[in-house]
């Protein structure tokens, strides 16, 4: 093993990350076959959820499913994703009359273009936040354009979308692992979870999770989701 690699023009450099040797063992065909369904059947059963109940969630569930998010692979390896998990009531509080009053602009001032509104209808959404009082724990996730470092410089992130959507594509599904449920909640626009969660500029809200258990009479749109023939071609056809 080095901690030297050599350029094209031979010089050595210092490498910041030694390769180390990965060798995750092979998973035989039926094994995979068979975690793969049950993994699809556990994800199948995920639903978005507007009606919480107030029962506590352990915070050790949180860092875990922040744990699970921050897996995630990112441009340049950045990372580029801050979890801010609140559990307080006051702050909680703050959050949903910012939120509705974001939404009563959007859903009743007629900021909400009309295609939109109709393709929102059949999910019978409106203003009324009242769940972000509810529930246990709200997430923010901030997405950092740019990551502030030790010696007072930027550095700058790459594929900052693609990098903070995966995350939160973990931590919905760690999220629904154990058992909680959640919402991908955008209440745009954002800007107040910056200033009431005091962010730095660099950052920018990205989506708030409220995170809980489903109220006993929660009910969802009976959606469907499209066939695997809609979601997946092989190109060329076979
Ligand atoms: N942010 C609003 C509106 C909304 C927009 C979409 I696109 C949705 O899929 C659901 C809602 C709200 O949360 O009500």
Redesign the pocket.
């Known amino acids: 093993m080095t901690d030297q690699t050599t350029d094209r023009g031979g010089a050595a450099q210092a490498r910041t990350h030694p390769f180390v040797p990965y060798r995750p063992s092979r998973v035989e065909q039926t094994e995979a076959i068979a975690r793969g369904r049950q993994f699809l059947e556990l994800l199948e059963t995920r639903r978005s959820v507007r009606s919480f109940a107030a029962d506590p969630v352990p915070g050790e569930l949180i860092e875990l499913a922040v744990a699970t998010a921050n897996t995630a692979p990112s441009g340049a390896h950045h990372q580029p994703w801050k979890f801010v998990a609140i559990s307080d009531p006051a702050i909680k509080h703050r959050i949903r009359e910012a939120a509705e009053h974001e939404?009563r602009i959007?859903?009743d001032g007629g900021r909400?273009p009309d295609a939109?509104r109709s393709?929102?209808a059949p999910?019978e959404?409106?203003?009324d936040?009242s769940y972000l009082d509810i529930v246990p724990w709200i997430v923010v996730v901030f997405a950092e354009k740019s990551t502030p470092l030790a010696d007072g410089s930027l550095r700058k992130n790459y594929y900052v979308n693609e990098s903070v959507g995966i995350a939160c594509g973990l931590f919905i599904t760690a999220l629904h692992t154990m058992g909680l449920a959640t919402l991908t909640?955008?209440?745009?626009p954002m800007a107040f979870l910056t200033d009431i969660l005091g962010r730095p500029a660099t950052e920018r809200p990205y989506i708030l999770f409220p995170i809980g258990y489903p109220t006993p009479d929660c009910e969802v749109p009976d959606l469907h989701r499209k066939p695997l023939t809609e979601a997946l071609e092989h190109f060329p056809n076979r």
């Open positions: 939404e959007n859903y909400l939109w393709a929102l999910l959404t409106n203003a936040k909640h955008t209440p745009n």
